[in-house]
């Protein structure tokens, strides 16, 4: 049964800081951005977390394996090399979906995103150490069929970029709705979706949904650990497996 453990990430009073005195200069911001990212991804990954990179002022992360302390020496890392600190709210839950409304809910009771009194919250609850299982995170790694053969290699790259899109669009919705998943793109043409306990059947029914909406055949490996590297690896390996046998759901 899968315990997923997810920490919004928001950085405080971004907004407000992007324009005073005036605004800044956008190439710093995406500097910033893409920056803090890579960093945030190294701490948390280092602990085996995933983060990724959503609206950039707003991050998710799947963070089974890191405790309080974790969280808590992540934000000193980021408030001693930046110019802005982040908030963090942490839950958990079988839903991947219900855990990130949680750890929203305990960011927004603590403050506007625009807010400049609040700063650097740390709250919610991790998994104990004694509670963690073998299959606490599922992590489902999608790849578009032949993206480099129908799209990179075929259309221009803007063309190609808005096919992927569409798959990912499609396919981040339905996930989100009708199967309680945190679909992210991670580039390439390779989507990662934090799930619940789903079975092939719900992978074989979001597959035909994204085939049916946007005429693009995705494949998926899916894979469950006690971290999301865990997960996420298994998954990788699953899906190189459906590629060798054509298949477009396989399980580690
Ligand atoms: N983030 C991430 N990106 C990947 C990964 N594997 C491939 N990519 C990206 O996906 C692009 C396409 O590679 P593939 O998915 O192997 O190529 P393909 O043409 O779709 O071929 P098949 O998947 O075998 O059908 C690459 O250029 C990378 O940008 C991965 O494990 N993680």
């Given at each position: 049964m899968t315990n997923t453990q997810i920490t919004l990430i928001q950085i405080d009073n971004y907004g407000p800081w992007t324009v005073t005195p005036e605004p800044r200069r956008e190439v710093d911001l995406q500097t910033l951005q893409s920056r803090l990212y890579a960093d945030l991804s190294q701490l948390v990954g280092n602990r085996d977390g995933y983060v990724f990179f959503t609206r950039f002022d707003n991050m998710v992360a799947v963070t089974n394996g890191l405790d309080m302390d974790d969280h808590a020496l992540i934000q000193e890392s980021v408030r001693n090399r930046y110019p802005v600190t982040v908030s963090f709210g942490v839950a958990t839950g079988t839903s991947p979906v219900h855990a990130l409304a949680d750890a929203t809910n305990l960011i927004q009771d603590a403050g506007?995103?625009?807010?400049?009194?609040?700063?650097e919250i740390l709250d919610g609850r991790v998994i104990e150490e004694a509670f963690?299982?073998?299959?606490?995170v599922q992590i489902a790694h999608f790849d578009v069929v032949d993206a480099t053969g129908k799209?990179?290699?075929?259309?221009d790259a803007f063309g190609a970029f808005i096919e992927i899109e569409q798959a990912y669009a499609s396919l981040m919705r339905y996930m989100y709705e009708a199967h309680d998943s945190l679909s992210f793109f991670v580039g390439g043409d390779n989507i990662i979706a934090v799930c619940p306990d789903l079975d092939a059947a719900a992978y074989d029914d979001a597959i035909e949904h994204v085939l049916d909406e946007t005429g693009i055949q995705v494949r998926v490996g899916v894979g469950e650990g006690s971290t999301p590297h865990d997960a996420g690896y298994a998954a990788k390996h699953a899906l190189e497996v459906g590629r060798a046998d054509e298949s477009l759901v396989e399980f580690h």
């Open positions: 506007s995103a625009q807010d400049k009194s609040r700063r963690r299982t073998d299959d606490d799209y990179t290699d075929e259309l």
